[in-house]
């Protein structure tokens, strides 16, 4: 079995783990993390894309509130081309009466949270679509965050910083050594789910951002860790209906922000306990929820078209509690567990928001430091991302670059923009491919019809480079730039913008009828559950598209699978008393 030894130890690639990876390789530990999947495969991979200002918590939870737009802050400085400067606005609908906007007019104040009330006449004119019944409109500044591109980033500055990133690579046991009194977790023994291999990996300290699965890390040290595992179902629309955020002027609920992310609008959210983060169900009734809530902020949203439903869990924590997840603290929580449970060199880190992950990595990597006795600062609130050169995200930029460079030909995905050359290159570059990773890496099947012409495009282009492994180096692609078409293109001179090293180890998965299969059963997961009106006729058309022209339920893949096709494989059973939208 092959052995590695490291400092640090982080399990986990989503927002936290990857910002406690930064942290440390910054300070200069020598750092490891592994993801069981792909970069964000967990909640921040499925979140509703809102950059908080703190606005949301001033009146229930002001502690996170400071948290929030001192975070909001610096995320701007160090991940600027991850946002979108929409700003916010928190409106009083009409079923939101009572005392609750002055209080959160107080609470702003209180927590430092800039609040600017504005005409309802002037609010009107910025969002013609946001209810007129509203009566009040408070402006803060609140934006749209793209996890997978910031999570990529923060990677790729791990990385830069000496890190090392193993991706599909699940932790399958702890290495605990000692007994009673003097009990250590001394590293973690890790697969590699391409190919079944084990790797044990010894550190000085094992760190766990496992997110709603922190209950299950933790307990392979004998260890309880009672997550509150809140899940939250979002609905895109299928275009953008407004600019800026809307929130409601009220306690936090459900269905009460409507936040635009770069093609879409997004209407979220649900919060319903669950017992298995991995596999969640979307019921009818949720979505049909969040349409209703809608409606409030903007009418007749429920009638423009909706393109998916997805879900995440929320990993909460709170010691003891056994009340609904929507009460839970959304504070996070670090747990020394040399000091909870008497077994040194683990830490769990958890709960908290996207917003708040740097903060959370920083507090996380000073626990770190404290036990490791090397006293060295933290330097990632001033230390930019690649890619922030870019400036902030606009909706245009895509449009504009593949007009500027004429590669309206290259085209493979309409709705997003997305290029050959921006498909090849992260296909080469990703350490084990699937059409999931190509998704969240260049947004490929992401925009209106889901996938419907870009994936048989796509797999194609898998096909035709099959094997040939990438000429760029994982360590050397520049993710910063991974949604750019302009700097994936080659220059006129045939020069390339990317850094060029060899690395020849095959793709670790070859097989395009299996990539197609399983990604199909993918994008399936989320419109089933929106299945009416114009979707359908859209879901008509990829079917008989996939099925009937392509055949592509009876392809060879040589019973073949993939690491993800347990994870595509959901329950098909229909949803009982479904209630179909007018
Ligand atoms: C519905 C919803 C909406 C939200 N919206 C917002 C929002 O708009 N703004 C905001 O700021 N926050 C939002 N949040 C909160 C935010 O998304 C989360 O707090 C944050 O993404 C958590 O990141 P994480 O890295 O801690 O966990 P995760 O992203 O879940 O990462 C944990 C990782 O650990 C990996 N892992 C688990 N077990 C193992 C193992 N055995 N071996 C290796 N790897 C393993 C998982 O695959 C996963 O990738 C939302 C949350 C939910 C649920």
């Not at 809530?293 to 439903?309: H, N, Q, T, W």
């Amino acid at each position: 079995m092959k052995h590695i030894e490291t400092e640090i130890l982080v399990i986990g690639g989503g927002a936290t783990g990857t910002g406690v990876a930064w942290d440390a390789a910054l300070r200069g530990f020598k750092t490891v993390l592994v993801e069981k999947r792909d970069l964000t495969h967990g909640t921040t991979g499925r979140y509703h894309g809102l950059l908080h200002s703190g606005g949301r918590y001033v009146v229930k939870d002001p502690q996170s509130a400071r948290e929030c737009i001192a975070e909001n802050r610096i995320l701007r400085r160090t991940h600027t081309h991850c946002l979108e400067e929409t700003g916010g606005f928190f409106v009083v609908t009409p079923e939101d009466e009572g005392d609750f906007p002055d209080r959160f007019v107080a609470a702003c104040a209180e927590t430092g949270v800039p609040c600017n009330e504005i005409t309802v006449a002037e609010a009107l004119r910025r969002e013609p679509l946001l209810n007129p019944r509203v009566s009040r409109v408070f402006e803060v500044p609140d934006g749209a965050a793209d996890s997978f591109l910031a999570t990529h980033a923060t990677a790729q500055a791990a990385r830069i910083a000496g890190a090392e990133l193993f991706l599909y690579h699940e932790v399958v046991g702890l290495l605990v050594e000692g007994g009673e009194g003097e009990c250590r977790v001394a590293g973690a023994r890790v697969r590699d789910v391409a190919n079944g291999e084990d790797v044990e990996i010894h550190a000085a300290m094992t760190i766990s951002a496992t997110g709603a699965w922190a209950g299950q890390l933790a307990k392979m040290a004998g260890i309880e860790v009672e997550i509150i595992p809140g899940k939250g179902t979002m609905v895109a629309m299928n275009h953008r209906l407004v600019n800026t955020v809307l929130n409601r002027c009220k306690m936090p609920a459900d269905g009460d922000i409507l936040v635009p992310i770069h093609t879409v609008s997004v209407i979220g959210t649900t919060d319903v306990r669950v017992t298995d983060p991995e596999h969640l169900r979307i019921e009818p009734w949720e979505v049909q929820f969040m349409l209703d809530e809608g409606d409030k902020l903007v009418p007749g949203l429920s009638k423009a078209r909706v393109v998916r439903a997805w879900a995440g869990v929320r990993p909460l924590y709170q010691e003891g509690y056994t009340g609904a997840s929507r009460e839970a603290t959304r504070q996070f929580t670090l747990l020394d567990h040399r000091e909870r449970d008497g077994v040194a060199g683990l830490l769990t880190i958890t709960g908290g928001k996207w917003t708040t992950f740097r903060l959370m990595a920083e507090k996380t990597v000073d626990k770190a430091v404290g036990h490791l006795g090397e006293l060295k600062g933290c330097i990632t609130a001033n230390t930019p991302v690649p890619g922030v050169e870019q400036g902030f995200y606009w909706l245009g930029h895509r449009l504009h670059e593949v007009e500027a460079a004429r590669l309206q030909g290259q085209l493979v995905c309409e709705c997003e923009l997305v290029t050959r050359s921006m498909l090849e290159n992260a296909a080469r570059n990703n350490p084990t491919v699937t059409l999931d990773d190509l998704r969240r890496d260049v947004r490929l099947g992401m925009g209106p019809c889901q996938g419907g012409f870009c994936t048989y495009r796509a797999v194609g282009i898998l096909h035709e480079i099959g094997d040939q492994r990438s000429e760029i180096g994982a360590v050397d692609w520049n993710v910063a730039f991974l949604q750019s078409p302009a700097y994936n293109q080659d220059d006129e001179a045939g020069n390339r913008h990317l850094p060029l090293t060899i690395d020849n180890s095959p793709l670790a998965i070859s097989s395009p009828n299996l990539l197609l299969r399983d990604f199909l059963q993918e994008r399936w997961k989320g419109v089933t559950p929106i299945l009416w009106g114009r979707q359908l006729k859209q879901e008509r058309l990829d079917e008989l598209i996939y099925l009937s022209l392509m055949n592509a339920d009876h392809l060879p893949d040589d019973g073949g699978s993939s690491p993800l096709s347990e994870f595509y494989n959901f329950d098909t059973t229909p949803n009982e008393n479904m209630d179909i939208p007018e």
